[in-house]
């Protein structure tokens, strides 16, 4: 992809603002998510000065480095696999983890938000595909998840993420993000106190379009943004 930041942006916004109209929604209700895994500095400048001020990052360890030097007045999301250790430190960083799928990290959390007198939104990160490769809680176990989560005072469940299997063709991935959608519509439902069911995270480059189409509220982008991450250097 050799199109500018700039112009990668401004085609994936179009592809969302289609696929929400298609579905009957207000584009303005999806959030753009830039995924600045392992991106250059530079990359991340020109895609907040075209807008983006959403940001996702894996790596506690990269965040620690990047939100000094470009984090002022952006949202920062913990969207990777959190250890429960790193997570003294997540709370200082991010606006948000998304990636709550167990409840010894909710604990710590919970423990080290009290600590800072903070309360931190989080979402439930959900295992929709049973990929034991992947993390999340499985779509059996995440009501519970979720219910005990809310007696914690100093988190805030504000919805759920996950990441589907891949596929070649995106529209087989709509199942899980359906089956994502079912269940916030359930845990709402529930109207279980201080948990907020407003927030689907579901949707990469390869199949943002479907997820859009089935409720996702923030599309989480990295290769459509900034193009293909340059080979790991040994």
Sequence with gaps: MNNSVEQNISAVRERVGEAARRSGRDPSAVRLMAVTKTVDDERIREAIAAGVHLIGENYVQ????????????????????????????????????????????????????????????????????????????????????????????????????????WFSDPEEARPFFRSLRE?????????????????????????????????ATIVRIGRAIFGERPPKTV
């Excluded at 799928?101 to 080290?112: G, M, S, V, Y």
């Excluded at 519509?185 to 997820?211: K, N, Q, W, Y």
Aim: one cysteine or more; proline letters at 4%; aromatic letters at 4%.
């Design 62 to 165: 990269e965040a620690q480095r990047k939100i000094p030097l470009l984090g002022e007045g952006l949202e920062w999301h913990m969207i990777g696999h959190l250890q429960t250790n790193k997570s003294k430190y997540a709370v200082r960083l991010f606006h948000m983890v998304q990636s709550v799928d167990r409840i010894e990290l909710a604990r710590e959390l919970d423990k080290r938000c009290g600590a800072a007198g903070m309360v931190m939104p989080i979402l439930v990160e959900v295992n929709t595909g049973d990929e034991s490769s992947k993390s999340g809680v499985s779509l059996g176990d995440a009501v519970n998840l979720v219910e005990t989560v809310s007696a914690f005072k100093n988190l805030s469940v504000r919805g759920l993420m996950t990441m589907p299997p």
């Design 183 to 215: 269940l916030r519509d359930r845990i709402a439902e529930r109207e279980i106190p201080g948990v907020h069911m407003t927030e689907l995270s579901m949707g990469m480059s390869g199949d943002f379009v479907v997820a859009v189409e089935e409720g």
